[in-house]
């Protein structure tokens, strides 16, 4: 295809290069983002990609493994796929601990390749997950080489994010590696005489990102292994990918006056627009599951809130009276809690909009261990700019803060106190990045334009 001029461009920090544009249409090169989709990326609000591949495991140590580190349970071993390229499997381990031991588990990948899992990091999950018998431990946000080819060699390499969890589907079932992408492929289209941002998301997990031979939307959500290719477009050109600007890559998407059909690489890096006379996919936003009814269930409004005391990572004790003349948005959260982490971008961008020093931001840390919290805190102390607490009752739900004294059935729950200490709003749950009930809340109180 003959290509009139090639550009080098920044958009909204994301890099764009080799990008062609013709009378047909427009092509461009994507580059890898890992973290878009971590639980903390810019993307977890906008996209929920579907369960990938399971990867199997095996009590025999299979020969590309030359040397291992010390065990402290039972190695089960495995392999994650991630393209079709010659070095496209990556060693996995899954260092098994007794139930009662969950924060001894340890995850090994051969991130190298060389076959030593001993020299890719000391194996601890991010999250053990809920300290339960039979419950999954994770989430782990990680990458592995993703590498693509054809004929025995390889065309193409990159690092790839995914999300991993450990533990069986149903009690009785073998333990597995469950797999969730956090890959996206990022950049811009010139479309329409002007740069229009793309992203590109794929399901499977393993690094597929063409659209041929790649399902549409109308399979089930909850049905583990389909893969599809989710294309976001930024239509309207407001710098964001809105609710319904997420679209299904196999079907055809309008872009101001004309309607074009999308073509992508396996590896994801390449993404032609081609016009089309077929008719354009139609994107509806979301219905939002309510939670109006679980809302309604919580401390009543108008209700003095209930004090409490909890702890810092230090030990200090805080109370909620200390902060009587501020409003309070209260945050029921726990390390274990993937809505919990998700929602807290949101939550910081939206008390950021709020009247400077206006607003205080809590977040009580509940139906966990200290010890998760204690590690949760310093990795993640610079991200979000909440006063971070733990409720002293730990893992008891029936004398915690949240369900003794708030209510809380489950989590993420938010408060909304006024300065005199009565209860404005209660939320439960995370909508997405369409939730809009607390910036409501904080706006009827005149702090947020």
């Excluded at 004090?307 to 948005?329: C, H, M, N, P, Q």
Aim: glycine residues 10%; contains cysteine; hydrophobic residues 40%.
């Amino acid at each position: 295809m003959p290509r009139s001029r090639w550009a080098v461009a920044i958009l909204a920090g994301l890099m764009v290069v080799a990008e062609s544009v013709t009378a047909a249409g427009a092509t461009t090169q994507l580059k890898m983002d890992t973290e878009a989709l971590t639980m903390t990326g810019w993307l977890s609000g906008r996209v929920m990609p579907r369960s990938g591949s399971v990867v199997e495991f095996s009590a025999q140590r299979p020969s590309g493994i030359q040397r291992e580190p010390a065990y402290l349970g039972t190695p089960l071993y495995g392999k994650i796929v991630v393209g079709n390229g010659p070095r496209s499997g990556t060693w996995v381990v899954v260092d098994r601990a007794p139930d009662d031991r969950r924060a001894d588990n340890r995850i090994y990948l051969d991130y190298n390749q060389n076959g030593d899992l001993s020299d890719d990091g000391d194996g601890v999950w991010q999250n053990v997950g809920k300290n339960l018998k039979g419950a999954r431990v994770g989430p782990h946000f990680t990458t592995v080489r993703g590498s693509w080819g054809e004929g025995g060699m390889e065309t193409s390499t990159a690092d790839y994010g995914l999300m991993l969890l450990f533990g069986a589907d149903r009690a009785g079932d073998a333990e597995v590696l469950f797999t969730r992408t956090a890959a996206v492929r990022t950049g811009s289209l010139d479309l329409e005489g002007r740069s229009v941002r793309v992203a590109l998301v794929e399901s499977g997990a393993q690094g597929d990102f063409s659209t041929d031979g790649a399902a549409d939307f109308s399979a089930p959500f909850t049905q583990r292994g389909v893969r599809t290719v989710t294309l976001l477009v930024d239509v309207d050109g407001d710098g964001e990918f809105g609710a319904v600007e997420v679209f299904d890559a196999t079907k055809p998407i309008r872009v101001g006056e004309r309607t074009f059909e999308a073509s992508t690489s396996i590896d994801g890096a390449r993404l032609e627009f081609r016009p089309t006379e077929k008719v354009a996919q139609i994107v509806k936003a979301p219905v939002r599951a309510s939670a109006s009814a679980k809302d309604d269930k919580l401390v009543p409004r108008g209700s003095l809130a209930p004090e409490f005391t909890a702890v810092t990572r230090e030990g200090a004790s805080v109370k909620l009276s200390d902060y009587r003349g501020k409003i309070v948005v209260l945050d029921f959260w726990a390390t274990w809690c993937i809505p919990c982490i998700r929602s807290m971008p949101h939550v910081q961008k939206t008390v950021a909009k709020a009247t400077a020093g206006e607003v205080v931001w809590l977040g009580v840390c509940v139906w966990d261990d200290r010890a998760s919290f204690d590690r949760w805190v310093p990795l993640n102390d610079a991200k979000y700019a909440f006063t971070k607490l733990f409720d002293p009752a730990g893992k008891d739900r029936a004398t915690s803060i949240a369900g003794q004294l708030y209510r809380v059935s489950g989590i993420p729950t938010l408060y909304v106190i006024d300065r005199e200490g009565k209860v404005v709003d209660g939320f439960v749950g995370y909508l997405g990045d369409d939730d809009h009930r607390l910036e409501a809340s904080l706006r009827g109180l005149g702090v947020v334009k």
